[in-house]
């Protein structure tokens, strides 16, 4: 019975493999790619196979390095994945001759284990959109981690560190995220953003709907969070509120580049800015921490930030020997 498994898993992996080269065919016709849909459709286990082999054909252009005749792979070949797409670059007959064979030596290297999930990240000042295979999109914001998994007829997320907007394309299977204690079932066509803070999940819905516990134990304790609303949800439970488009707005400003400041205190705004830049920012002298800004600003340009802090407030900054800059007030 395992060798049986084992054969059929192989099967699978294979036929995965084939329809991710298949699919990056600039010659791929609409047949193929109904074929291919009827195929993915068949079972969970076809379209995990094929979302694993095709993080692997992503990182084709370096498997292409070790071509016959190399004495060893280039060093980036085993890199972090930076985007699940399928990337188009010319096939030599060795290349085509060797695609599936490729994904799979990469998928088998322990580049990527589905068991475990896809892990997407950013690194500090970092931003990235991932596009699933079901056309769900998830934007993540600075120094951020999901693990994406297709399993028991649910699509799942789970945010480990960070901030992300997701977008629930229409599908049979639930989209559910799950983000420290609090757990969300999106609904079709549904935008919201999650970012975990120390008090909690912070969740702000920009479009559609989402269901807080999706499963509760009585039907009527559903939470349902509606557009225009923002919750922060803990083990303790829930509190939420309503907000106007322009502080969705302003709290999403990060998808482009930028800090909305709107009445926040010099330390909101400092540890903001922290969250974007390794140099750092401190405030040295507590008195001034409660002077309350407005703007726009780069995310990743705290000294324009502290030159208009210290241009509009009494307020002087001076630079560290470890590069930290360092605010205090101008006697």
């Not at 109904?34 to 370096?62: I, K, M, P, T, Y």
């Not at 002077?291 to 630079?319: D, I, M």
């Given at each position: 019975?395992?060798?049986e498994?084992?054969?059929r898993r192989e099967?699978?992996r294979?036929?995965?493999?084939?329809?991710?080269?298949?699919l990056d065919?600039?010659?791929?016709s609409?047949a193929d790619?109904?074929?291919f849909?009827?195929w993915?459709?068949?079972?969970?286990?076809?379209?995990a196979a094929?979302?694993?082999e095709a993080?692997?054909w992503?990182r084709?252009?370096r498997?292409?390095?070790?071509?016959?005749?190399?004495?060893?792979?280039?060093?980036?070949?085993?890199a972090p994945?930076?985007?699940?797409?399928?990337?188009?670059f010319?096939?030599?007959?060795w290349a085509?001759?060797?695609?599936?064979?490729?994904?799979?030596a990469v998928?088998g290297?322990g580049?990527?284990?589905?068991g475990?999930g896809?892990?997407?990240?950013?690194?500090?000042g970092?931003?990235?959109v991932v596009v699933?295979?079901?056309?769900?999109?998830?934007?993540?914001?600075?120094?951020?981690?999901?693990?994406?998994?297709y399993?028991?007829?649910?699509?799942e997320?789970?945010l480990?560190?960070?901030?992300a907007v997701?977008?629930?394309?229409?599908?049979a299977?639930?989209f559910?995220?799950k983000?420290?204690?609090?757990?969300m079932q999106?609904?079709?066509?549904?935008?919201?953003?999650v970012?975990l803070?120390s008090?909690g999940a912070?969740?702000?819905?920009k479009r559609g709907?989402v269901a807080?516990?999706p499963?509760?134990?009585?039907p009527?304790?559903?939470?349902?969070?509606?557009?225009?609303?923002?919750?922060?949800y803990s083990?303790?439970g829930h509190?939420s509120?309503?907000?106007s488009?322009s502080e969705i707005?302003r709290?999403?400003a990060?998808r482009?580049?930028?800090?909305?400041l709107n009445g926040?205190s010099?330390?909101?705004?400092?540890a903001?800015?922290?969250?974007?830049?390794?140099q750092q920012?401190?405030i040295?002298?507590?008195?001034?921490?409660?002077?309350?800004?407005a703007g726009?600003?780069?995310?990743?340009?705290?000294?324009s930030?502290?030159?208009?802090v210290?241009?509009?407030?009494p307020?002087r900054?001076?630079?560290?020997?470890d590069?930290a800059?360092r605010?205090s007030?101008?006697g």
């Amino acid at each position: 019975m395992e060798r049986e498994t084992g054969s059929r898993r192989e099967t699978v992996r294979q036929a995965a493999a084939l329809w991710v080269v298949r699919l990056d065919d600039p010659s791929c016709s609409a047949a193929d790619r109904a074929a291919f849909e009827a195929w993915r459709d068949e079972s969970h286990e076809n379209e995990a196979a094929f979302e694993r082999e095709a993080a692997a054909w992503a990182r084709l252009d370096r498997v292409r390095a070790m071509r016959p005749g190399m004495d060893r792979p280039d060093r980036d070949l085993l890199a972090p994945e930076r985007r699940l797409t399928l990337p188009r670059f010319s096939r030599s007959p060795w290349a085509r001759g060797m695609a599936a064979v490729a994904v799979a030596a990469v998928v088998g290297a322990g580049v990527m284990t589905f068991g475990s999930g896809t892990a997407y990240a950013t690194a500090i000042g970092e931003r990235r959109v991932v596009v699933l295979s079901d056309n769900s999109r998830i934007e993540l914001n600075t120094d951020s981690k999901v693990v994406v998994r297709y399993r028991k007829g649910v699509r799942e997320v789970k945010l480990l560190r960070g901030e992300a907007v997701f977008e629930a394309a229409k599908d049979a299977r639930p989209f559910v995220i799950k983000a420290a204690d609090a757990v969300m079932q999106a609904d079709a066509g549904a935008e919201m953003a999650v970012r975990l803070r120390s008090d909690g999940a912070a969740v702000t819905v920009k479009r559609g709907a989402v269901a807080l516990d999706p499963e509760p134990a009585e039907p009527k304790d559903q939470v349902r969070l509606t557009a225009g609303v923002a919750a922060i949800y803990s083990s303790a439970g829930h509190r939420s509120r309503v907000v106007s488009d322009s502080e969705i707005d302003r709290a999403l400003a990060w998808r482009q580049g930028a800090i909305a400041l709107n009445g926040q205190s010099l330390e909101q705004a400092v540890a903001e800015f922290n969250r974007y830049n390794r140099q750092q920012i401190s405030i040295a002298d507590p008195s001034i921490s409660g002077l309350r800004l407005a703007g726009y600003f780069q995310t990743t340009e705290p000294k324009s930030f502290v030159a208009a802090v210290t241009s509009t407030f009494p307020v002087r900054a001076f630079e560290d020997s470890d590069g930290a800059i360092r605010l205090s007030r101008r006697g």
